[in-house]
């Protein structure tokens, strides 16, 4: 038999018998940080379940605040689609996906009276919960010097859960305003979050990026001779 063939042989064995995560998996993949990959996709499952439940209490004819019920839709789509990005992320990786169960989630809008403040208020713990361990898993992936990972939380997740958050609380200071006056405050706030489908009104003035694009057009006449002749 010809050596090169004996070669092809020994490696196709040799390849056959491993395990080609390990391939994939850099050094920096600490068993640490796959454990909490997993754990913050199982969070955005928990928070995909807990927005959806608001969403569906939302809906009902007995509530019926179709704005609320199209915001806390959104949320609950953005936590889906994150935990799957982390699960591809993760395998992408060398990772293994390891599906556990998801708690059903206790919270409840309640319809008498028909009130957001305390479901909004758990909907500000949940961002800022989701923001927390995202902050964790760019520590975690700095002490075992994975860039790759950290750069993808950062990129992914970091800049627009603090966003959600200061929209969340912002949106709780509404609610706890208008719901001194029980009924009509209410129904005018979530008028605004349906006629915007679902975003708040205030997000655009939380995005520094909209800042900085409203500081570019504030300057442009700077540069015109015409009006700041030289």
Avoid at 28 to 51: G, N, R
Avoid at 80 to 95: H, S, T
Avoid at 192 to 199: P, V
Wanted: glycine share 4%; net charge negative; proline share 6%.
């Amino acid at each position: 038999m010809p050596r090169g063939v004996e070669q092809v042989q020994a490696a196709i064995e040799a390849h056959s018998l491993a395990n080609i995560d390990d391939y994939v998996k850099t050094s920096t993949m600490h068993p640490e940080l796959e454990e909490a990959v997993q754990h913050h996709i199982l969070l955005e499952l928990k928070s995909w379940f807990f927005f959806r439940k608001l969403s569906c209490d939302c809906a009902r004819a007995n509530i019926a605040l179709h704005g609320f019920n199209l915001l806390f839709k959104r949320c609950a789509i953005e936590c889906f689609a994150d935990a799957n990005w982390l699960e591809c992320y993760l395998v992408q990786r060398g990772g293994i996906c390891r599906p556990v169960d998801i708690p059903a989630p206790t919270v409840a809008f309640p319809d008498d009276p028909v009130d957001p403040v305390q479901p909004v208020y758990e909907a500000l713990r949940v961002e800022k919960a989701i923001l927390e361990d995202a902050i964790r898993l760019c520590k975690l992936a700095d002490k075992h010097g994975d860039y790759p990972l950290d750069d993808a939380i950062e990129t992914r997740f970091l800049k627009k859960e603090t966003k959600h958050v200061k929209d969340m609380g912002d949106l709780l200071q509404q609610c706890v305003r208008v719901s001194k006056d029980v009924g009509h405050g209410v129904y005018h706030l979530d008028k605004e979050l349906r006629w915007k489908k679902g975003i708040t009104p205030w997000a655009k003035e939380n995005n520094p990026d909209n800042n900085d694009l409203l500081l570019k057009e504030a300057a442009k006449d700077l540069h015109d001779p015409l009006l700041y002749p030289q």
